[in-house]
């Protein structure tokens, strides 16, 4: 079956420092997302993407966060100014249409510290 | 926004018994909920999901059921395996492709 793809597996970081975080997606899905998840706690919402634009966002995806589509098969998340409460997991996720039924498939995730 | 609770936060079962978490929802107009499965350390797997036009949905040792009138739905495990121990999370679809997941439960199963 084919897989979502994040890099890198563990990410530290100071705080205040930029860290950008990369996924590559199904390779024919055309929805994007990143959720994320505290250590102990449920998985959040944080954004989706498609067609090159911000679909929806959740009120934790505030002005440090951006996310890009920078070529055919990356997708990025960047934090410009990481704050200790930014440390978690985060994953990326993919589905092939956009609908409340369709099927997300989430990377492995990549861990955030910061220090 | 969509609130969705579950119960219980931990659970302990003996291997061969059956295991029930159960989730409520507020959005009255959800109408699709997956269940996804979070070993240690790894990514939330869907395990199986149901939607609103049928009640009871059964995979081998796993079954969904879901009381829209009440807004509530169960996961049932039948003869739990060592294997099954996870953290599961109820999931309700908000708007398109949204999850809005439980607090999940941490289900451990005992030789």
């Known amino acids: 079956e084919p897989e979502v793809t994040q890099t890198p597996s563990h990410q530290v970081t100071q705080m205040g420092q930029e860290v950008i975080l990369r996924c590559v997606p199904i390779?024919?899905?055309?929805?994007f997302y990143w959720y994320r998840q505290i250590l102990g706690q449920k998985v959040e919402f944080l954004v989706s993407?498609?067609?090159?634009?911000?679909?929806?966002k959740s009120e934790i995806f505030d002005d440090q966060f951006s996310v890009e589509r920078p070529d055919g098969s990356n997708f990025t998340l960047k934090i410009r100014s990481t704050k200790l409460e930014d440390s978690a997991m985060y994953f990326c996720?993919?589905?092939?249409?956009?609908?409340?039924?369709?099927?997300?498939?989430f990377g492995s995730g990549t861990q955030l510290s910061v220090l | 926004g969509e609130n969705v609770e579950q119960h219980p936060s931990t659970l302990s079962v003996q291997e061969g018994d059956s295991a029930v978490i159960k989730c409520t929802y507020s959005?009255?107009?959800?109408?699709?909920f997956p269940w996804y499965k979070q070993e240690l350390g790894k990514r939330p797997q869907l395990i199986i999901d149901?939607?609103?036009?049928?009640g009871e949905k059964k995979d081998q040792r796993i079954a969904v059921t879901l009381n829209k009138t009440a807004k509530h739905f169960s996961l049932h495990i039948t003869e739990t395996q060592p294997e099954d121990s996870a953290v599961y999370f109820c999931?309700?679809?908000?708007?398109?492709?949204?999850?809005?997941f439980g607090t999940g439960t941490r289900l451990q199963v005992m030789l």
């Open positions: 999931v309700v679809t908000g708007t398109a492709s949204k999850l809005t």
């Open positions: 993407f498609y067609n090159n634009e911000i679909s929806e």
């Open positions: 959005d009255s107009a959800s109408n699709y």
């Open positions: 390779s024919n899905h055309l929805y």
């Open positions: 996720a993919s589905s092939l249409n956009r609908g409340r039924e369709e099927k997300l498939f």
């Open positions: 149901i939607r609103s036009n049928v």
